[in-house]
């Protein structure tokens, strides 16, 4: 019964680092070298949830610098990032919590049942379950509502990522387009350099060519 009662008390608390963050819902985020979009990609595809050790931010160009949990080291955009870990994950961790106590509950039941025939010695300690089984049951209540918003969020969370990802490739390409158009720019500006230089030849050596007149007429 004591045993039972222990049990009872032990709360587990769920540690958070204030140095992880993790891949966001519905997502696999390429891994570069540096943090640009030009860098080379080390890993093409982290998927959603993957936890990451944050080394560094580049908030100039929001990227954000990592390590994986293989220990590969590189940059990742920052939007793509959340302190918390995604709502699926939440979820799995909400329903492991619900089965818990579920099971503390029953056996707060059945220790209580077992101990109403001593009443005389045993209420306050009865007394005592009955305000841990009402306790239970508030936190039982309050992690299935928890659960049931982590599942709004999570379909809500995949309807922005998909606009999301639809976004930034249409930014990717107006910036390959922008890119193009520079280098287009810089190749006129090249080829009229190199035209002027030819002018410059061709007069100077036509000048040259001709026949210089006599000074003695």
Not at 1 to 26: E, G, N, R
Request: hydrophobic share 35%.
């Amino acid at each position: 019964m004591q045993k039972a009662l222990f049990l009872l008390l032990m709360l587990v608390a769920t540690a958070s680092s204030a140095a992880t963050l993790y891949i966001s819902d519905a997502l696999t985020v390429p891994l570069r070298r540096g943090p640009t979009t030009g860098h080379r990609i080390i890993n093409a595809a982290l998927p959603s949830g993957t936890a990451l050790e944050v080394l560094g931010e580049d908030k100039a160009n929001g990227f954000t610098q990592v390590r994986t949990p293989n220990g590969t080291e590189g940059w990742v955009p920052t939007q793509y990032l959340t302190s918390q870990p995604v709502a699926r994950d939440q979820l799995a961790a909400a329903n492991k919590r619900i089965q818990s106590l579920e099971a503390q509950l029953q056996g707060v039941k059945s220790d209580f049942q077992e101990t109403r025939g001593a009443r005389s010695a045993a209420e306050s300690r009865n007394n005592e379950l009955d305000k841990q089984t009402k306790q239970l049951q508030s936190e039982l209540a309050e992690i299935r509502r928890v659960s049931a918003t982590s599942i709004a969020q999570y379909e809500e969370n995949k309807q922005l990522k998909t606009q999301n990802q639809e976004l930034h490739q249409q930014v990717t390409q107006l910036s390959s387009q922008v890119d193009q158009l520079e280098r287009n720019t810089q190749l006129r500006w090249l080829m009229g350099g190199g035209v002027l230089v030819l002018l410059g030849l061709s007069l100077g050596a036509w000048i040259k060519s001709r026949p210089k007149r006599s000074t003695w007429a």
